[in-house]
């Protein structure tokens, strides 16, 4: 992920403001080139880049101006007023501040004081009439909008419950934001092709109704009310950093949420459509637990099955091929990873550790898939696999040369060091060479 500088920003608005004033020109030409000259009455198109100062600005400005330059030139005073005049893909340029959050009905790039100096202390509602709010909700039309440089101060004892809300969007981007408290960091309900990088998720919360996740990509539909959104599909999530204070004594609190939540379709845990959640990316990750009742590292899986077989083979293939690796998970009570009903899962090169419960556990079903290639130490279990189907858990670490049988106090250097060795016994696979070139003489770093 490259991160744009404001003057990049700029360059690349200029480049489209004239591109925007080429085609009015030309459409100016072909009008007056017609019977009276009449120009076809349209929309007013605004400004890109569109700055927003809550100290000096003043939402009577056109925004066009970072200062105020005489007239109406200067800064907007609120988020909201530089989102509703800035055109479509455009960029709005948020100076340091505290402010009240918005809505994106269109794709906006929204864009922060550089570390975080831009503040949401208040939101806006999460959903049109509800009181709960969130700092930043992006509407089914905001396709392509980004958020980037932003800190978020959640008030989970209040109303101020979310960090990013969307519903049915595409194509979005979360970047280098900082989510202080919230019930739900970011949320992207039906939506593809994200990326949620470089964010950092603190003090995860819950109230007593639910809630308790970081990131949470999910398919959720309620029979009978539309509209409804089919697929959460190849979306990126990476090098965030997630906390967690979150309990409950009757549901678990994940730090990164990949579901298809089936609790409110038709009769319960029956599809109402070709729901597919396929393709994501959770890779460089870290969630640290606080020991508390319920937390879960990372969950994936189809919710609101109730056990039932018959359910659970029909929802089995719905939740498929999902990459999980290179993540870090500490600390979590009810068990580091935990997956149920889900095809093609491939989780590695995961390190699990001190967790209460297991490090990964499977439940409902299983097909395909495997969990290789991770380290586990001083986790309650390694893995407990409830699916009743065998599953390809190969070449995972115990954090002891002996295996999960043994006490698990090796770590750092020595891990390396115990796998070389056992490579080493078996030096005539390709993958044993590759390991182990020359590894007891050449231990430089390149």
């Not at 440089?149 to 519903?167: D, E, K, L, M, Q």
């Not at 639910?210 to 990476?238: D, E, F, H, Q, R």
């Not at 379709?265 to 396929?278: F, M, Y």
């Not at 586990?376 to 407990?384: A, E, P």
């Amino acid at each position: 992920m490259v991160i744009l500088s404001q003057d990049q920003y700029v360059r690349r608005a200029a480049a489209s403001v004239r591109a925007n004033v080429l085609g009015l020109v030309l459409g100016l030409a072909a009008c007056l080139a017609m019977p009276g000259g009449l120009v076809p009455a349209g929309p007013v198109m605004a400004a890109s880049p569109i700055y927003v100062n809550g100290t000096t600005g003043n939402n009577a400005y056109d925004g066009t101006s970072e200062n105020w330059t005489g007239g109406t030139v200067g800064p907007k005073a609120t988020i909201q007023a530089g989102v509703d005049v800035v055109d479509a893909g455009g960029t709005v340029f948020v100076a340091a501040g505290s402010y009240t959050g918005a809505i994106l009905a269109k794709d906006v790039n929204l864009v922060g004081a550089a570390g975080g100096g831009s503040v949401i202390a208040a939101g806006v509602p999460y959903a049109v009439g509800a009181s709960l709010t969130t700092a930043f909700r992006l509407d089914d039309a905001a396709d392509g909008s980004e958020v980037r440089n932003f800190t978020i101060n959640c008030i989970p004892s209040g109303v101020f419950y979310f960090g990013v809300f969307a519903r049915g969007v595409d194509n979005a981007v979360v970047d280098a934001v900082t989510v202080n408290n919230p019930v739900q960091g970011i949320t992207n309900r039906g939506g593809s092709n994200w990326e949620i990088t470089n964010n950092v998720v603190s003090g995860i919360n819950v109230p007593a109704a639910g809630g308790g996740i970081g990131i949470s990509l999910s398919v959720l539909n309620i029979s009978g009310t539309p509209p409804y959104y089919y697929a959460c599909s190849n979306n990126y999530v990476y090098n965030n950093t997630l906390s967690s204070v979150a309990t409950h004594d009757d549901f678990t609190c994940p730090g990164i949420l990949l579901a298809l939540d089936l609790r409110f379709s038709g009769g319960g845990g029956v599809p109402i459509g070709p729901e597919d959640v396929s393709g994501n990316r959770i890779i460089g990750n870290r969630y640290t637990g606080s020991g508390a009742t319920n937390q879960v590292g990372m969950e994936i899986g189809v919710v609101g099955l109730d056990g039932d077989p018959a359910k659970i083979a029909a929802a089995l293939g719905m939740v498929h091929d999902n990459t999980v690796s290179g993540n870090t998970v500490v600390g979590a009570e009810y068990c580091g990873m935990w997956v149920y009903t889900v095809a093609g899962l491939e989780a590695f090169g995961n390190e699990v550790t001190d967790c209460g419960g297991p490090a990964f556990r499977l439940s409902d079903g299983w097909s395909g898939g495997r969990l290789s290639c991770n380290l586990i130490s001083g986790n309650g279990d390694g893995f407990l696999n409830d699916t009743g189907v065998v599953v390809d858990a190969e070449g995972n670490w115990w954090g002891c040369a002996g295996g999960p049988g043994e006490s698990q106090s090796i770590r750092g250097f020595d891990q390396i060091e115990g796998i070389c060795g056992k490579l080493a016994k078996n030096p005539h696979t390709r993958r044993a060479q590759a390991v182990t070139w020359k590894v007891w003489e050449d231990n430089d770093c390149y």
